[in-house]
């Protein structure tokens, strides 16, 4: 077996060593020499993949399964037997389809690893079936494509940064912005059918808001805001959101105003921006007498 | 079910350096499959009742219940004795099975068992795994199989059988020598493993009369006496050297407890009295190594355990108050008193069958912000493989110090490390 030795410790290295672990010399030798990993490391790199198996059944979660299944299927027999009973006044597709999606919630829980995001994962396109079953019962899909939306947008914003792993965090958080951007134009199609206000109002708006806050970040990125600091920038992108989307509605209905109900906010807006200006400025200015890094 | 007589201080002193955890694993020359463990760890986790508990808080005290929540095992991961949540981490129980394609690891909270405790059961949880892959493992007394019977004994806390009274047991020494943070800590524990020809350590120290165990000590403190010369420039701030070794106690007391039954004894040298030769220091660990491990004085620390508990002030006295309490007592008289820890579980024997599956075993000892770097040691096949567990981010010395005097000794050393070759660069 090829192996290395290091020259300072006199250590034998194990094979495919790059470097001594113990004084960090580097290994300068042939690679027939170094030889490559052989076995099983001493640990598992950082990363690796691996799952973990639980005991999925035991026979309490068995027992409820088996429960669970039981009343759904005397439900569906009941539903049947009652719309044969009844004839054509009932229609048993509705309750039936309630009834399995309900069951569903509860075994997913029993058979799916009980991480947030997985849960979430599932009960998404859960709810999306059950909502569009629930409005299909007149066999069009009407309010159901907007709750559906929702429905999807949440996944979007509150489960799949989860997924993301914690160093790629500037994609999850890319994700839900973009996310929330196309959520506008597709409830505007879906309800009006067309591209009205999503693309003069609420687009807009949410750009206004994601600017203030893209700031907001800028300043935390290079700096160390205070916690005041941080809050009133909070708030002072609420109040722009609020200013940016009274004004592009006006603008939308071709008013003469530049803004209507929401100039007292806009009012604090400015008083707080001039606040947190006077407050940076002051800040620095302190600190450069003071001889403080800033 | 309450926590027996030396698992009580570890529930209140775990910290994020000071996990209170340690690890066996069993390499393996056949594939493990997770599904093949899980039902294994299901078989075996039967056997062991004592083991399927969780860790709750009491009024006065901390105490075990039964677990019946689902088990699991877990991929490996790349840092051993992580913090263990009584809630969260295992489904709520205090053990982590971890694996590998060729790797079997059980990771233990200490207030469960020592090492063993967690040797049977993993020996066991082994043996079944062998069992369902179609091996014939032969019988063992350390490895329980799932429907043998189970001995009120196993469960039980020695301490209180083997507990006479005695008054006035309490003494506290001076704190010793500790290794600094330069270059910062980490809590993922950094593993530094050698791996030596048990022989070449039989040869070396019965050519000195000592014992294996004996030798190991006497390098940690003869390297640890080199790394407090080199960081401290005036002998008059030298402290005393001290190693902790845990004693497996139950052949002297005779218990078959599967339980905490181990006592600490404190061997070391007093580097203020100026510098010791290797000799010296052997001479002084064989002498009280010796003078420790017997019955009586064992027994007057077994006393010194279950005297504090017994106490009436600290039995009625609320957790809340005993928490703190038990912290300062634990980082103060406890982790102070000595400089590093060796656990050495020893030559350990493997039934046939197992035997020619079983490539290596490791042993990890989670180490703490006051001791921060800590040994564990287990010998298998002909080789003892002892790894330094270090919470120290960079800085190697100690174990360099140990291992390059065994091999100026003529002992050759293997080492491996978790370590990432990137992290050592930015030095």
Known sequence: MHMAYCVRCGVKLEPGSTECPLCKTKVIAPDDVVGSPQGAPLFPASGEDGRTVYQRLDKNRKGVIELVIAFMAIATITLVITSFALGASFSPWLPIGLVILGGSYILVAFFVQPIYTRIASWYVPITVVLLAIIDLNDLSLSWSVAAILSVVLYWFVAVVPWIFPKRRLKEAVATSVVAVAAYFPALDAAVSGALDWSLEIALPTYGVVLASLGFLVLRMYKGKPSVTDIVLSLILSACWGVVAGDFFHLRSIDARKLLSWSSSVFIVAVCLLVFLTLNVTLRRVRNYFNNRVV | ?427
């Open chain 2, 1 to 427: 079910m309450p926590l027996d007589n030396s698992a009580i201080i570890y529930p209140p002193t775990v910290a994020r350096y000071n996990t209170h955890t340690f690890r066996l694993s069993m390499d393996l020359s056949v594939e493990v499959l997770p599904e093949r463990l899980l039902t294994a760890l299901e078989h075996v986790v039967d056997r062991f009742p004592y083991f399927a508990v969780s860790l709750h808080r009491g009024f006065y005290w901390y105490y075990f219940l039964p677990n019946k929540a689902p088990l699991a095992v877990y991929p490996d991961a790349p840092h051993p004795c992580g913090y263990i949540h009584p809630k969260r981490s295992a489904n709520g129980y205090l053990f982590k099975v971890r694996y590998t394609n060729r790797r079997i690891a059980v990771e233990y909270f200490h207030a469960l068992t020592d090492g063993t405790g967690g040797l049977v059961f993993l020996k066991s949880l082994v043996a079944e795994y062998l069992k369902l892959s179609g091996f014939d493992v032969e019988p063992d007394d350390q490895v329980k199989l799932p429907g043998s019977q189970v001995e009120s004994e196993e469960a039980e806390d020695s301490f209180e059988r083997f507990y006479r009274p005695l008054k006035s047991v309490f003494g506290f020494e001076t704190s010793a020598f500790h290794m600094s943070s330069d270059g910062g800590l980490t809590d993922d524990v950094q593993v530094i493993s050698a791996r030596i020809l048990i022989e070449d350590l039989k040869r070396v120290s019965a050519s000195r009369n000592v014992t294996i165990t004996e030798y190991l000590v006497a390098e940690l403190i003869d390297a640890m006496q080199r790394v407090q010369e080199a960081n401290i420039s005036a002998p008059r701030r030298y402290k005393p050297i001290r190693i902790s070794v845990p004693v497996n106690i139950r052949k002297v007391f005779g218990s078959k407890s599967l339980r905490n039954f181990t006592l600490f004894i404190v061997v070391g040298i007093d580097a203020r009295l100026g510098h010791y030769s290797f000799d010296e220091i052997l001479n002084q660990v064989m002498h009280q190594m010796r003078s420790e491990v017997n019955a009586k004085t064992l027994s007057k620390q077994v006393a010194r355990n279950v005297a504090g508990r017994r106490n009436f002030a600290i039995r009625y006295a609320p957790l809340v108050f005993k928490n703190p309490l038990m912290k300062l007592l634990s980082d103060s008289y406890g982790d102070a008193i000595y400089s590093t820890t060796i656990s050495n579980i020893g030559n350990v024997s493997l039934p046939k069958g197992m035997r020619e599956v079983v490539d290596r075993l490791d042993f990890h000892l989670s180490p703490s912000k006051t001791n921060k770097v800590s040994c564990g040691a287990i010998g298998a096949n002909g080789y003892l493989t002892w790894s330094f567990t270090s919470i120290l981010r960079e800085n190697t010395m100690f174990e360099r110090e140990v291992l390059t005097a065994l091999v100026e000794k003529g002992i050759p050393v293997e080492v491996a490390t978790n370590r990432e070759p990137d992290e050592r660069e930015e030095r």
